[in-house]
């Protein structure tokens, strides 16, 4: 049971560049979502899936994309990376988003932006 | 939305000390409250959780307090011990699918 995996680990992007974080899980969990973490920020929500086919945005969506098509599969894709964007990147699922299901994480993603 | 506050940022504590960890919400609707710890470069991992119709709940040298009325809740590690040393995060959630965190609190337990 692998639980959440996060690919890659590491990234370094130029400004303008595009890629794919990619999160999948083999839980059958229906709630899927992605934070973003820095300093002395906590951690923020990009966008969340309550469901294969169905995403929604949370506190921080702009420049990111998200799709859900299988309830495994949860990418999140920079359309033009900015130095703004350099983060660490966390995915995580649980079993419902219904209030009182813990969430598991993913290893996160560290990505620079230069 | 939610907004989750959380203090102190940074705490040290003496090895077999207790820590108190505070965080206080804005949305009377959450329901719900769970505690994360992040070890250096690792990912965070729930330790406690609580929801609103209950006022404090243990696990072992670990438990959480929640005053609904003054909204803040509280974590609370007795006897603490070197591999307490970590980040802890508090969260919210307003009666919904979305959980708001917050800012966190590194933790240090010198020996």
């Known amino acids: 049971n692998a639980g959440v995996t996060q690919t890659p680990k590491f990234q370094v992007l130029k400004t303008g560049q595009s890629m794919t974080l990619q999160c999948a899980q083999d839980?059958?969990?229906?709630?899927m979502s992605w934070y973003r973490q820095d300093p002395g920020m906590g951690l923020r929500l990009i966008h969340y899936?309550?469901?294969?086919?169905?995403?929604d945005q949370g506190e921080v969506p702009n420049g990111y994309n998200v799709s859900r098509s299988t309830t495994e599969d949860f990418p999140l894709r920079l359309l033009s990376a900015a130095p703004s964007q350099t983060s660490v990147y966390f995915c995580?699922?649980?079993?419902?988003?219904?209030?009182?299901?813990?969430?598991?994480f993913g290893q996160g993603t560290r990505l620079t932006v230069v | 939305g939610e907004n989750v506050e959380q203090h102190p940022s940074t705490l040290s504590v003496q090895e077999g000390d207790s820590a108190v960890i505070k965080c206080t919400y804005s949305?009377?609707?959450?329901?719900?409250f769970p505690w994360y710890k992040q070890e250096l470069g690792k990912r965070p991992q729930l330790i406690i959780d609580?929801?609103?119709?209950?006022g404090e709940k243990k696990d072992q040298r670990i438990a959480v307090t929640l005053n609904k009325t003054a909204k803040h809740f509280s974590l609370h590690i007795t006897e603490t011990q070197p591999e307490d040393s970590a980040v802890y995060f508090c969260?919210?959630?307003?009666?919904?699918?979305?959980?708001?965190f917050g800012t966190g609190t590194r933790l240090t337990i010198i020996p």
């Open positions: 995580a699922s649980s079993y419902s988003g219904e209030p009182g299901w813990e969430a598991f």
């Open positions: 839980m059958n969990h229906e709630y």
């Open positions: 899936s309550v469901g294969a086919g169905i995403t």
């Open positions: 949305d009377s609707a959450s329901n719900y």
């Open positions: 609580i929801r609103s119709n209950v």
């Open positions: 969260a919210a959630n307003a009666g919904n699918e979305k959980l708001t």
